[in-house]
T-cell receptor, first 114, second 109 residues
Framework: EAGVVQSPRYKIIEKKQPVAFWCNPI?????LYWYRQNLGQGPELLIR????????DSQLPKDRFSAERLKGVDSTLKIQPAELGDSAVYLC????????????FGPGTRLTVL | RKEVEQDPGPFNVPEGATVAFNCTYS??????FFWYRQDCRKEPKLLMS???SGNEDGRFTAQLNRASQYISLLIRDSKLSDSATYLC??????????FGAGTRLFVKA
């Protein structure tokens, strides 16, 4: 069974530029998460989707971050404009549904903002 | 105080040693508990869930202490390949899961 797929794996951009990350969850997983992980820290939730509905986006910096999950499968996370402090690894995870907290992570996108 | 706290380590142990990590959580309503393993520059991978009755998988044993609000991970007969960062995660039944910052383990020959 294929795991969570993310692309790109690495991205280097200059500050003020836009960037987008893509995630395809495990087939059949209704819940999708976007996390940000800074060096030496654990993953921090940015947004959680149940199917196509964003049910928890309280930690998403909405002035510059946006996300969508059209059709309840793939998801895209966008940053516009990027700031130096956005450099981090952006992880996507999925789980079967909201009744289980067991999450499976994708390989992440390592973002460097110069 | 952080919701989930771990000793960052590093723990440096020789091969064959037994090592234990704790993870404390502040929300007494927490219902689900996990240990994840994260290798350098890789994603977290689920190591094991932690049940009220404890959970054992080979050399790994996880336990939950609700009264004192912590979970533990015991690794017996450490291998070089166990070197990694161990993240604990605490959830509340379908709501936000909080991850600790991780404990780094180095197993040396």
């Amino acid at each position: 069974e294929a795991g969570v797929v993310q692309s790109p794996r690495y991205k280097i951009i200059e500050k003020k530029q836009p960037v987008a990350f893509w995630c395809n969850p495990i087939s059949g997983h209704n819940t999708l998460y976007w996390y940000r992980q800074n060096l030496g820290q654990g993953p921090e939730l940015l947004i959680r989707y149940e199917n196509e509905e964003a049910v928890d986006d309280s930690q998403l910096p909405k002035d510059r971050f946006s996300a969508e999950r059209l059709k309840g499968v793939d998801s895209t996370l966008k940053i516009q404009p990027a700031e130096l402090g956005d450099s981090a690894v952006y992880l996507c995870a999925s789980s079967m549904d909201r009744s289980t907290d067991t999450q499976y992570f994708g390989p992440g996108t390592r973002l460097t903002v110069l | 105080r952080k919701e989930v706290e771990q000793d960052p380590g590093p723990f440096n142990v020789p091969e064959g040693a037994t090592v234990a990590f704790n993870c404390t959580y502040s929300n007494s309503a927490s219902q689900s508990f996990f240990w994840y393993r994260q290798d350098c520059r890789k994603e977290p991978k689920l190591l094991m869930s932690v049940y009220s009755s404890g959970n054992e998988d080979g050399r790994f044993t996880a336990q939950l202490n609700r009264a004192s609000q912590y979970i533990s991970l015991l690794i017996r007969d450490s291998k070089l390949s166990d070197s990694a960062t161990y993240l604990c995660a605490v959830g509340k039944g379908g709501f936000k899961t909080i991850f600790g910052a991780g404990t780094r383990l180095f197993v040396k020959a």
